[in-house]
């Protein structure tokens, strides 16, 4: 079965380095998404790409954020200058369709300890 | 702006009991609405969402919800829990939208504990 897959599952940084969070969405989808989860905290949106660009970011995406999808296969977020408070799980989600009725799949995510 | 609340961060239930999870959502549009469940070390996985037509909905591992629009509620139900049940649960609600990109927002999610 097709599933999302996210490269590392865990990242340890030092603040104030970049970081590259790697996805690889179901092949036919064409909408990606990143959210991320704070320790203890509701998943939360950060940012949507379709047809190469992006399609709604969040208050949280600001512009030490970014996302790419340098080639046919592959999404990524990139993080600039790491603080502190970026530590959390960041979940990379694909949908073959867009629309707010159709399912996103979720990768298993990557856990990002910022120190 | 939409919000989704999850009443309990921890519900706990013998096998074989009754599992209640309780999802509110505010929008001033009904909205989509989903549960996802996640396992450890694993990503979320849909368990069954609310579009349109017949207001309960069945999903995967025997699972159901009810959307009651006059609640703004959307309730998961499972009448018997089994060991592999113990997971996090997630409401999300999304927007009607067509043929774009579509943000879920979650809830702050629920664990669910299963005892023998």
């Known amino acids: 079965e097709p599933e999302v897959t996210q490269t590392p599952s865990h990242q340890v940084t030092q603040m104030g380095q970049e970081v590259i969070l790697r996805c690889v969405p179901i092949s036919n989808h064409l909408y990606f998404y990143w959210y991320r989860q704070i320790l203890g905290q509701k998943v939360e949106f950060l940012v949507s790409f379709y047809n190469n660009e992006i399609s709604e970011k969040s208050e949280i995406f600001d512009d030490q954020f970014s996302v790419e999808r340098p080639d046919g296969s592959n999404f990524t977020l990139k993080i600039r200058s790491t603080k502190l408070e970026d530590s959390a799980m960041y979940f990379c989600a694909s949908s073959e369709y867009g629309g707010g009725a159709n399912e996103q799949f979720f990768g298993p995510g990557t856990r990002l300890t910022v120190l | 702006a939409q919000s989704v609340t999850q009443l309990g961060s921890h519900v706990s239930v013998s096998e074989g009991a009754l599992v209640l999870l309780r999802c509110n959502y505010s929008?001033?549009?009904?909205?989509?609405l989903f549960w996802y469940v996640q396992y450890p070390n694993q990503g979320l996985q849909l368990l069954l969402k609310y579009t349109t037509g017949a207001t309960l909905v069945k999903g995967i591992n025997g699972f159901e919800a009810e959307f009651k629009k006059s609640e703004t509620s959307f309730h998961l139900t499972k009448p018997s829990a089994h060991m592999s049940d113990a997971a996090e649960y997630f409401c999300a609600v999304s927007d009607r939208l067509t043929g774009t990109a579509s943000k879920l927002t979650f809830g702050t999610g629920t664990r669910l504990q299963v005892t023998l």
């Open positions: 929008s001033s549009v009904p909205p989509y």
